[in-house]
């Protein structure tokens, strides 16, 4: 019985023995795959996969029904004045509604394709000092980080260059010419909402939706990753 006793104990240590060199063995593992990566290396492949996802994302957005035919990302006449929209529908204005909405949606297209440049700037200007938490974090979390970091800073620079696109398509005129029919109607609430701040706002929201799917693809998909430095980076994670 005493033998018996033994042996157990002894298998039980080296239960013991090997589940604490399989966890070490894991550890070791894993700081050997990340000391094969600099901080730099993170930050830079990070920085090229928020490149190629604003890129590719402006490139979707900017052509012809990229806004208004994707439902994700299409903007809407403006929620915060709906009752313009169901007002002057039921007027028999419907026509005139939809082709402000087109137009409003050709403008951020528009906008898209010359803003891009600003977007991959402001990527190539950001400093990310928690590099390692983003490339371990959630599938969109470069982008987060992307969007809490420069959203202040592309809206500024993002909002003359849609001014001029709706300007260009002629959804300023097409909004002024609706707000003030509307606000002819007797006993209505006048209303002059921005409309430039609106479009600046969902036409950077609509990319980022872009850039987020985009991200996602790459850490996902190796075929996504067409350069050394991602498939270096990413198949760390």
């Known amino acids: 019985m005493k ?33 094969s990566l600099s901080t730099e290396e993170v930050a830079e492949g990070l920085k090229e996969a928020l490149t190629n996802g604003a890129s590719k994302g402006s490139d979707l957005v900017s052509q012809v029904d990229g806004y208004f035919k994707n439902a ?15 007002k002057l529908r039921q007027m028999g204005m419907g026509a005139e509604v939809d082709k402000f909405v087109l137009a409003l949606n050709r403008g951020a297209e528009d906008a898209a394709k010359e803003a891009k440049p600003i977007f991959v700037s402001a990527i190539k200007q950001m400093s990310i000092q928690d590099a390692w938490s983003i490339l371990k974090g959630e599938k969109d979390a ?49 209303v002059n909402p921005d409309l430039n701040q609106y479009a600046t706002d969902k036409a950077i929201a609509g990319l980022f939706v872009m850039v987020a799917k985009e991200e ?22």
């Open 142 to 190: 470069a982008t987060q980080y992307l969007k809490r970091t420069t959203t202040t800073q592309l809206t500024d620079k993002f909002k003359p260059v849609i001014q001029k696109s709706l300007e260009k398509v002629n959804a300023t005129k097409y909004y002024s010419d609706l707000v003030n029919t509307y606000n002819k109607i007797p006993l209505v609430q006048k």
């Open 3 to 35: 033998k018996q006793f033994i042996i157990l104990l002894s298998l039980m240590l080296l239960c013991k023995i090997g589940t604490a060199q399989l966890s070490l063995d894991k550890l070791k593992k894993a700081v050997k795959g990340e000391s």
């Open 72 to 86: 994700e990302i299409k903007i809407p006449f403006p929620p915060e004045v709906k009752q313009v929209e169901t």
């Open 216 to 237: 996602a693809n790459i850490r996902q998909n190796p075929g996504a990753r067409t350069t050394d430095l991602l498939k270096k980076v990413f198949s760390a994670q």
